[in-house]
């Protein structure tokens, strides 16, 4: 069978209990969740040490939204919180990653097809493979260009924002190759009524002043775990974060702009909508704000013991 060809294939994928090689990891084409999307699944990423282990970043806190995701769409996972963490543990072991990105997926299986059917079996997979910096190691050093989506987010009882939920993300796809086809690396979408919501696979935070501010949870956003490292570590570092609304013109006159997200970390956006932010590069509260999240997710050379350690899980 072709690979996909940014994926290398990796020794196992965890299928519903069981590592299985990875050629094997294939669905029916009547999967339920093929067809209409309602499935959920995280990203998890996870770091080589400086002592040359390997730790999952927020493993907990991913497999409780990956629960919450599933409680939204009425799924009853087939296995508890703690055999999905330690499942992904024995994945990453079984393919000898010490760092990696991880993709647990929750699915309806085939079965019947009717958009009312509750029959099908909820399926559990875990599939772990190289993925290096997403907007680009240019994009981190460097800052990226962003443009307003045409697309916007959906109406709070459209979307259900805070779910991971498979089938919405095509309204993320559709933004991301929107941008992408007219030149930027990352798409940033509206909400209905206009404010700034987030990008297609991260949070938004603006600078302006030396504070910072991020749309609310109230707002049509994803409940970013990266967001809520990046608040934390801010307020640690004595920075104030505000939670509050605003329009795409406030990001216009911002002093920096980044993204945070597993996927993206922590990128800087040096334009948006052919506008330079602040200087047109990495902002220095940006800067700091990176080092202290690469920090907290790799750990530094000659520092014993991590800020955070109930983050990690040692693989
Ligand atoms: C739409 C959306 N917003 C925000 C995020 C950032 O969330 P996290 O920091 O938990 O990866 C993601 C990525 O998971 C996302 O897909």
Redesign the pocket.
């Known amino acids: 069978m072709a690979q996909p060809s940014t994926l290398k294939a990796v020794d196992k994928v965890w299928v519903d209990g069981h590592l299985v090689p990875f050629a094997e990891a294939q669905v029916h084409v009547l999967t339920h969740t093929l067809h209409y999307g309602v499935g959920a699944f995280?990203?998890v990423r996870a770091y080589k040490r400086p002592d040359g282990s390997g730790a999952i970043f927020r493993l907990d806190?991913?497999i409780n939204?990956l629960f919450q995701s599933c409680q939204i769409c009425m799924m009853d996972v087939p296995f508890t919180r703690e055999q999905l963490m330690q499942a992904c543990v024995d994945t990453m072991r079984a393919n000898k990653m010490v760092e990696a990105y991880l993709r647990p997926l929750v699915f309806l299986g085939a079965g019947e097809l009717g958009l009312g059917s509750t029959g099908n079996p909820v399926r559990v997979v875990i599939a772990v493979y190289e993925w290096g910096a997403y907007l680009g190691e240019e994009g981190l050093r460097r800052g990226i260009r962003a443009k307003v989506s045409s697309f916007t987010r959906g109406a709070l009882n459209s979307t259900m924002?805070k779910g991971?939920i498979c089938g919405q993300?095509v309204n993320?796809v559709l933004a991301k190759r929107e941008v992408l086809k007219a030149g930027y690396s990352e798409a940033i979408l509206l909400d209905s009524i206009g404010q700034v919501a987030?990008?297609?696979?991260?949070?938004i935070f603006l600078v302006r002043k030396g504070k910072l501010k991020t749309p609310p949870l109230s707002s049509a956003?994803?409940?970013?775990?990266?967001?809520?490292?990046v608040i934390t570590l801010a307020r640690e570092m004595g920075f104030t974060v505000e939670e509050s609304t605003f329009a795409r013109d406030e990001l216009y006159l911002a002093d920096e702009v980044f993204f945070?997200?597993?996927?993206?970390e922590l990128t800087p956006v040096r334009e948006i909508d052919d506008r330079k932010i602040g200087a047109g590069e990495c902002g220095p509260i940006t800067r700091k704000l990176q080092d202290a999240y690469f920090e907290a997710v790799k750990g530094r050379a000659g520092t014993e013991k991590p800020a955070h350690p109930e983050w990690l899980t040692f693989v």
């Open positions: 995280e990203g806190d991913h939204r924002s991971k993300y993320s987030e990008a297609s696979g991260e949070n956003i994803l409940e970013g775990i990266t967001r809520e490292t945070t997200g597993t996927a993206a």
